[in-house]
């Protein structure tokens, strides 16, 4: 089934030991996002990628860094994790213009110890 | 700048006890609402899409409906099974990206 997989499904990091968070798809969609979701918060987003075209988000710390090698891969890269990093990291995609909506991965739970 | 509200924040029911969920929302151009359901652990997983206000779709125990200024999610005789964060969100017409409420957490207790 085609589908946005995310690994690995939980992942624990030492406070400021860099860390990376991957996602792929085999939707063939051209838009891939990075959301943060805290315990009872609305997901928001941190990156977006229209094709290779990068979109930072005004308020994304600069800790936080995006990479999309090819269409089917997005990585999320955190520099030096604190511990109000702790969260769910969803991975989305989406085709522009189509109307299809958004399809989510399972999410990384990252925990910073 | 767009903003999603959604009420209550938490919702018990007992199964078969109807109800209703509410997203309240303002934008500058909206392109579609989107209805997810999430479970603990869990990435959200797609309900619905509303376009236009007077837009409804059904799927299951579920409808939701669309005007200019809000949506609502009804919920028809639900079963424990539907206990889930459900999330509203908006894409606007100038933008590729979704605006998420906080969701409602719904307990249906057998």
């Known amino acids: 089934d085609a589908m946005v997989i995310q690994n690995p499904r939980y992942q624990v990091t030492q406070f400021g030991k860099p860390v990376t968070l991957s996602c792929s798809q085999t939707l063939n969609h051209n838009v891939m996002y990075w959301y943060q979701q805290k315990s009872s918060q609305a997901p928001k987003l941190l990156f977006h990628?229209?094709?290779?075209?990068?979109?930072n988000e005004a308020d994304t710390p600069d800790n936080f860094q995006s990479r999309r090698p090819n269409t089917s891969f997005c990585f999320l890269d955190i520099r030096s994790p604190g511990l109000g990093d702790a969260a769910m990291y969803l991975c989305?995609?989406?085709?522009?213009?189509?109307?299809?909506?958004?399809?989510f991965g399972s999410g990384t739970r990252l925990t910073v110890v | 700048e767009d903003q999603v509200t959604q009420s209550p924040e938490a919702l018990r029911l007992q199964e078969g006890e109807s109800s209703s969920l509410n997203c309240s929302y303002t934008?500058?151009?909206?392109?579609?609402l989107f209805w997810y359901r999430q479970d603990p652990g869990k990435g959200p997983e797609f309900l619905f899409t509303?376009?236009?206000a007077g837009e409804e779709k059904e799927k299951e125990r579920l409808k939701a409906t669309l005007t200019k200024k809000e949506s609502f999610l009804h919920i028809t005789a639900p079963k424990p099974e539907d206990s889930a964060t459900y999330l509203c969100?908006?894409?606007?017409?100038?933008?590729?990206?979704?605006?998420f409420g906080e969701g409602t957490q719904l307990t249906v207790n057998p």
């Open positions: 990628y229209y094709d290779k075209d990068f979109n």
């Open positions: 934008v500058s151009g909206l392109r579609g």
């Open positions: 969100a908006l894409e606007e017409t100038s933008g590729s990206r979704l605006t």
């Open positions: 509303l376009y236009s």
């Open positions: 989305a995609t989406s085709r522009v213009g189509v109307g299809y909506g958004y399809t």
